[in-house]
T-cell receptor, first 111, second 114 residues
Framework: GQQLNQSPQSMFIQEGEDVSMNCTSSSIFNTWLWYKQDPGEGPVLLIALYKAGELTSNGRLTAQFGITRKDSFLNISASIPSDVGIYFCAGQGNTGNQFYFGTGTSLTVIP | EPEVTQTPSHQVTQMGQEVILRCVPISNHLYFYWYRQILGQKVEFLVSFYNNEISEKSEIFDDQFSVERPDGSNFTLKIRSTKLEDSAMYFC????????????FGDGTRLSIL
């Protein structure tokens, strides 16, 4: 299957700091999704991106669809304790209809 | 807000036994999915289902797995003869339309094979 690599693998930040994480693929994708997963729960959709270069915000979250179509970025501004969790990217490309999930970025926010 | 519900939340089964995981997708959704997440790893696609048939499946979804929509609301995943390596979180998801429409996930069933 497709490999999506996320970096960093984990982050420890102070409350109030901004966060940046990214997701890269060796293949072109047509759609990028960002999900957040809390412990013991399912992934919750944060942002969906459908066009190269697209920049979309959801509150303090902003995500971008990279112009090469092989990457995507998620930024969180002014982090708060409830931002803690694992953030997954998911991409859908030209090989079938399934979404491929990234390896995840674990975020810890220190109050 | 409507949500995908899964039961049970935790299933413990002896190796070799059959197990059925149940899901109630969001009511007006037409596409249904099962994913697996081994502890500490990424979410992996198993199968997608539309119009009462499998539309796509991964190499993980071998002959031991089957899916069914037995009625208008439930969507099930059956593992015929469980193996130790089937231990994982199993997530059901649904969407109103097919990809690239985003999928909405349930909270998962933790399957533990002894």
């Amino acid at each position: 299957g497709q490999q999506l690599n996320q970096s960093p693998q984990s982050m420890f930040i102070q409350e109030g700091e901004d966060v940046s994480m990214n997701c890269t693929s060796s293949s072109i994708f047509n759609t990028w999704l960002w999900y957040k997963q809390d412990p013991g729960e399912g992934p919750v959709l944060l942002i969906a991106l459908y066009k190269a270069g697209e920049l979309t915000s959801n509150g303090r979250l902003t995500a971008q669809f990279g112009i090469t179509r092989k990457d995507s970025f998620l930024n969180i501004s002014a982090s708060i304790p409830s931002d803690v969790g694992i953030y997954f990217c998911a991409g859908q490309g030209n090989t079938g209809n399934q979404f491929y999930f990234g390896t995840g970025t674990s975020l810890t926010v220190i109050p | 807000e409507p949500e995908v519900t899964q039961t049970p939340s935790h299933q413990v089964t002896q190796m070799g036994q059959e197990v059925i995981l149940r899901c109630v997708p969001i009511s007006n959704h037409l596409y249904f999915y099962w994913y697996r997440q081994i502890l500490g790893q990424k979410v992996e696609f198993l199968v997608s289902f539309y119009n009462n048939e499998i539309s796509e499946k991964s190499e993980i979804f071998d002959d031991q797995f089957s899916v069914e929509r037995p009625d208008g609301s439930n969507f099930t995943l059956k593992i015929r003869s469980t193996k130790l390596e089937d231990s994982a979180m199993y997530f059901c998801a649904s969407s109103f339309a097919g990809p690239p429409q985003p999928q909405h996930f349930g909270d998962g069933t933790r399957l533990s094979i002894l």
